[in-house]
């Protein structure tokens, strides 16, 4: 907790053999989490029921490729729930059934899953991510300004930066793990 330094990290996994990461209140952290891509397929790592809130980038993954298991999370009040260092490094992971603060979908049949899918797109973030010297901008209204207009009018295709199929609804009482695992497929 409350690690805002330039590199304080909540949890950090390098090279983890099927770790296992669940029931964790990360918070206040310049990094709540920060994992690398599995060396091994059989390396995978299993993040589920944690609460993500109050850091900066709730989630960071470096490496390659993705391959965890992200399932029952909270994120909450984070400046940024995901990045990666690649563009895969964060889309290939499983992202079911976590409870997203930005989701902006509905559930009209009441079941706690969210009737669409969360998708994370990458806008003018991209600036600051890729140029170092940017950071210092970010957050500024003229970030917000330059992001807005390049969702209004995009100038290039944004990337996908991760899926979840189904997020579960803030506010609903259920576990969004057997929300998202024992719920029918639609």
Same mark, same amino acid.
């Given at each position: 907790?409350?690690?805002?330094?330039?590199?304080?990290?909540?949890?950090?996994?390098?090279?983890?053999?099927?770790?296992?990461?669940?029931?964790?209140?990360?918070?206040?952290?310049?990094?709540?989490?920060?994992?690398?891509?599995?060396? @091994? $397929?059989?390396?995978?790592?299993?993040?589920? &029921?944690?609460?993500?809130?109050?850091?900066?980038? !709730?989630? /960071?993954?470096? #490496?390659?490729?993705?391959?965890?298991?992200?399932?029952?999370?909270?994120?909450?009040?984070?400046?940024?729930?995901?990045?990666?260092?690649?563009?895969?490094?964060?889309?290939?992971?499983?992202?079911?059934?976590?409870?997203?603060?930005?989701?902006?979908?509905?559930?009209?049949?009441?079941?706690?899953?969210?009737? @669409? $899918?969360?998708?994370?797109?990458?806008?003018? &973030?991209?600036?600051?991510?890729?140029?170092?010297? !940017?950071? /210092?901008?970010? #957050?500024?209204?003229?970030?917000?300004?330059?992001?807005?207009?390049?969702?209004?009018?995009?100038?290039?295709?944004?990337?996908?930066?991760?899926?979840?199929?189904?997020?579960?609804?803030?506010?609903?009482?259920?576990?969004?793990?057997?929300?998202?695992?024992?719920?029918?497929?639609?």
């Amino acid at each position: 907790r409350h690690l805002r330094n330039l590199t304080g990290s909540g949890i950090s996994l390098k090279e983890s053999y099927n770790a296992q990461l669940s029931g964790n209140e990360i918070a206040h952290c310049a990094v709540g989490v920060l994992a690398n891509a599995p060396l @091994q $397929p059989e390396n995978i790592l299993t993040i589920r &029921d944690n609460l993500l809130i109050y850091n900066d980038v !709730a989630m /960071f993954f470096y #490496g390659e490729k993705g391959g965890h298991i992200l399932h029952g999370n909270r994120f909450d009040n984070n400046f940024l729930d995901v990045m990666g260092s690649g563009p895969q490094t964060v889309r290939d992971n499983d992202w079911t059934g976590n409870q997203w603060d930005r989701y902006q979908g509905f559930d009209l049949d009441g079941d706690g899953v969210g009737d @669409q $899918p969360h998708r994370v797109w990458l806008y003018a &973030d991209r600036i600051w991510m890729e140029r170092s010297m !940017a950071r /210092f901008y970010r #957050g500024t209204p003229a970030l917000a300004l330059i992001d807005f207009v390049e969702r209004l009018i995009p100038s290039s295709q944004p990337n996908l930066v991760l899926q979840d199929e189904r997020p579960v609804v803030l506010g609903h009482s259920a576990d969004p793990v057997s929300a998202s695992v024992d719920a029918k497929p639609r």
